[in-house]
């Protein structure tokens, strides 16, 4: 994963420095949704000596490759997940994190028909939905 992220990078112009090529193998080792602020705890208990824009500017490169998506949880916070550049939602564990990318038809008939029924068109969409996953 932190290689695909890298290599993505790469092809985007992106300079690859060492604190970004670390912060990568951070996000790599991370399970289910994290915040910039986990990532900020991670480098300092690692004394990696990675600032809090760094952590920001690289979450942002990421997110416009399609490699992490912001998540806004039901607490009003935000965090990021690992993704796939392809169109998909997320189904959150509001307990421990746990965080599965669903895709499918019937996801996209239902948008497409909350849409026409308020007369849009051209539109996009994010969803996410919480519960608690059967380990929870």
């Known amino acids: 994963m932190a290689e695909e992220m890298l290599d ?23 399970e289910g949704h994290f915040t910039a602020a986990d990532l900020l705890k991670d480098a300092g208990r690692r004394r990696m000596g990675i600032g809090r824009a760094t952590v920001f500017r690289l979450l942002e490169l990421l997110s416009e ?3 992490v998506e912001r998540i806004d949880l039901p607490d009003g916070t935000h965090a990021y997940i690992p993704c796939e550049p392809t169109h998909h939602h997320h189904l959150v564990c509001r307990s421990c994190g746990t965080t599965v990318e669903i895709e499918g038809s019937s996801v996209e008939k239902w948008a497409e028909v909350i849409a026409k029924e308020h007369r849009f068109r051209e539109v996009g969409h994010t969803i996410e939905l919480f519960g608690l996953c059967a380990a929870c």
Do not use: C, N, S
Not at 8 to 27: N, S, Y
């Open 65 to 67: 490759q399609g490699l």
């Open 8 to 30: 993505a990078l790469d092809r985007a112009g992106v300079r690859l420095t060492g604190p970004r090529r670390k912060l990568a193998a951070l996000i790599e080792r991370r």
